[in-house]
């Protein structure tokens, strides 16, 4: 399916490596991101999910503008954020990119009043009267669902879910167009994550926001994402719309996840799991990375790195399995 | 109390010292936990899922806790009033706990094969020798691959999920009769928390053991448990059996647990969710505690604490409009 019209963010062949010092010795690279190419559309929620270590946040540290990555390219709203005007551009769009992390506690100053917090992006693009600021926090506050007086009040005077309101007030604050969430609800009870993805959907329609949504819990996700993208050991093994995801998962992972997740259903019974653990990324294994965990693992696997290629109408997958169907191509 | 239970919690109050004095954070708890059975225990953080587990085994700090009622009964025993000395024989031996922090339980500087062994040489007197086989034996049984390698090394080799099938290992080490398992997946990655619900459900099989397993995610309750105890700011709200329990939920908080799960199925759809939060042990609230967030609230909801009552077979709900409505009148 065509993204719409507009595209917010368009990543191509993203790759990023860490240096992983060795005392003394010369740092050897890690490489923690493969060749990411992805888009998100205007008001579109791409949903990112994989299991711990396998590069979300990474990724979205890189589109925020917290990290530069070592390869491929970043588009921003149609400026390049990775290329030669790099600093220039991202200049240009940096009100318009904003983030939500997943620890209430670590965000907030807990010495700072939350009015303070909810305005320090206003107050670092410095463009407001103080008037205009304190009436910009008080409408913020409302919008997501806090009592107006909570700006003179401190963070540990909040519950969890109303912390992650604060934050996400405070991302709201400069009217941004593309908001990265990364894990927003993973620390939340479930209802409170059903209050939290409700608010966010609601401002995504009121102000046709586009998001990153980052989780490690499926069923979050299927909530709010238009499309969602796996990741697994610092790839996309698969984006598909939402609906084809969950409905048939292809990757060999992806289904994996899926069967994996505990379901309210006490009469279903749950496909054993696969076995094993995310590999290490100083000795990731050959060929398709999760080969040492795969039920349908072939020979080729061992050597060959599956590409994610596109074998459906908006459906790409990265696993041998998928590709000799293709073949047939004029 | 039934014939089979192991372990019987009655009118159990706990409360914890706070600068306004003793506060209660779980009060009125009874259930019993039966022999090889799997009982969840699932609720909001804040509940009291884990002051009543730790209570089971008296793991509070002394001077700043205090159980200002009821009684725990194992073997005839109450585990409340029995003195330190039983209660050692107790932990570990009968009851033992895995909790959610697997790191923060193992001692860095011992190998795992010594952690292990440990136990098996307080409770049975083993040698160093029979100890490090034993370790290795139980290693196995938690489908831990290269036993006698992984003996030999101290635990932040280990990976999440290795570091809790030590935990689990050294838990059954004295084939307890109930394992106490809080929130053992939380911390872990989807499929790493797979392998470690299917671990404890063949050992819980294999060993004949009873798990009280503790949780906030339904999803795990619903697989693992056979009957579920539903817990809401201190209190037991609902006990019924597994499959009555989500097919046929009574207590108001419950029905609103289910339905902020469900929707998730459909995208853009907003979720279900229960409006306002968990209130703090020391907020008095009249009545119902659940009542400020209750839909179906009424008069008589904060006129008084309900009752916890029977309304069915093996199903209690503490609502008083829900237990009026759907209680037997024979009593
Ligand atoms: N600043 C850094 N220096 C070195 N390595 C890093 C750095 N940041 C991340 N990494 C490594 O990159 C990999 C990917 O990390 P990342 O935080 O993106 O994963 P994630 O998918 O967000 O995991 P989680 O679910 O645990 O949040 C990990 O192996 C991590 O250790
Ligand atoms: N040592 C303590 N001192 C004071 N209050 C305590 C102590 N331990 C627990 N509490 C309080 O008792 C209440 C119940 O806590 P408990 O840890 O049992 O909740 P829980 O259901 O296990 O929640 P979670 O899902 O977050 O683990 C909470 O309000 C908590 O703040
Ligand atoms: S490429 Fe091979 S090993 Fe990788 S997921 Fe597909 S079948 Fe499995
Ligand atoms: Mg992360
Ligand atoms: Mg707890």
């Known amino acids: 399916m065509p993204v719409t019209s507009e595209t917010s963010v368009e990543v191509r062949d993203l790759t990023m490596s860490f240096g992983s010092g060795g005392a003394g010795r010369r740092p050897t690279m890690v490489q923690v991101l493969h060749d990411l190419t992805f888009d998100i559309g205007s008001a579109e929620t791409l949903g ?9 946040s990474t990724v979205g540290r890189i589109l925020v503008g917290l990290l530069k990555p070592t390869g491929g390219s970043v588009r921003l709203f149609g400026r390049s954020v990775t290329g030669a005007d790099r600093a220039a551009n991202f200049a240009a769009v940096r009100s318009r990119v904003q983030f939500v992390f997943q620890d209430p506690h670590a965000a907030l100053n807990p010495r700072i009043r939350v009015g303070h917090s909810i305005a320090e992006p206003i107050d670092i693009a410095g463009k407001h009267s103080r008037r205009d600021r304190d009436d910009r926090v008080r409408q913020l506050l409302e919008l997501v669902g806090l009592p107006r007086d909570s700006a003179d009040r401190f963070p540990h005077e909040f519950s969890g879910g109303q912390r992650q309101r604060i934050v996400i007030a405070r991302a709201l604050s400069l009217s941004p167009d593309f908001v ?22 609601d401002l995504q329609d009121r102000f046709g926001l586009s998001y990153l949504f980052i989780a490690h819990d499926m069923t979050v996700v299927r909530a709010i994402a238009r499309r969602v993208a796996v990741m697994y050991a610092g790839s996309i093994v698969e984006i598909a719309r939402n609906a084809d995801l969950y409905a048939d998962p292809l990757h060999p992972y992806t289904r994996a996840l899926l069967d994996a997740m505990p379901r309210p259903d006490p009469t279903r019974i749950r496909p054993r799991t696969i076995p094993g653990e995310v590999p290490s990324l100083l000795a990731p294994p050959s060929g398709c990375r999760f080969h040492t965990r795969c039920p349908h693992v072939m020979p080729r696997c061992r050597d ?13 997958v990265a696993c041998h399995l998928f590709t000799a169907a293709e073949t047939t191509e004029p | 109390m039934p014939a089979d239970a192991l372990v019987s919690i009655r009118d159990l109050t706990v409360q914890f010292r706070t600068d306004r004095g003793w506060v209660s954070a779980i009060e009125d708890i009874s259930l019993d936990i039966n022999a090889g059975e799997c009982l969840g225990v699932v609720g909001e953080s804040g509940s009291g899922k884990s002051v009543t587990a730790l209570s089971i085994l008296r793991l509070h700090a002394r001077g700043t806790a205090r159980a200002a009622r009821g009684s725990i009964m194992l073997d005839g025993r ?3 009033r029995a003195p330190e000395r039983d209660l050692r024989r107790v932990r570990g031996g009968d009851i033992a706990m895995v909790f959610q922090d697997p790191m923060s339980s193992l001692n860095p500087v011992l190998t795992i094969a010594d952690q292990i062994s440990e136990s098996l040489r307080l409770h049975q007197g083993l040698s160093r020798a029979e100890g490090r086989s034993r370790a290795i034996e139980l290693l196995d049984l938690v489908r831990i691959a290269d036993a006698p390698r992984r003996a030999d090394e101290y635990p932040h080799r280990l990976s999440g999920g290795m570091r809790q099938r030590v935990m689990i290992a050294i838990a059954i080490a004295c084939r307890p009769r109930l394992l106490i398992a809080d929130e053992p997946t939380t911390a872990l990655d989807v499929t790493i928390q797979a392998q470690i619900l299917e671990l404890l459900r063949d050992l819980r099989a294999e060993l004949g053991m009873a798990v009280m397993m503790i949780s906030h995610d339904l999803g795990v309750i619903a697989e693992f448990a056979h009957r579920v105890v539903v817990m809401y700011a201190g209190r037991i709200v609902e006990q019924a059996p597994v499959g009555t329990l989500f097919s046929a939920p009574r207590h ?12 998730r199925d459909i995208p853009g759809q907003r979720l279900g969710s229960i409006p306002g939060r968990v209130p703090d042990p020391d907020e008095s609230i009249p009545g119902c505690r659940f009542g400020p967030r209750c839909a179906h609230v009424e008069a008589v909801c904060r006129a008084a604490v309900p009752a916890l009552v029977s309304i069915s077979e093996n199903h209690d709900v503490r609502c008083t409009p829900r237990s009026q409505a759907l209680a037997p009148a024979c009593l």
């Open chain 1, 304 to 316: 060959e790195s599956p590409r994610l290629l596109e074998i459906a109408p908006g459906r790409q």
């Open chain 1, 180 to 201: 990265v969430c990364d894990e927003p609800v993973s620390a939340l009870d479930v209802s409170m994550q059903a209050q939290i993805v409700n608010l966010l959907m």
């Open chain 2, 252 to 263: 108001p908080y419950t029905e609103g647990l289910m339905t902020s799960l469900r929707g």
């Open chain 2, 78 to 80: 109450d585990l409340l």
């Open chain 1, 48 to 56: 990112l999910v994989g299991e711990s270590g396998s590069g979300k």
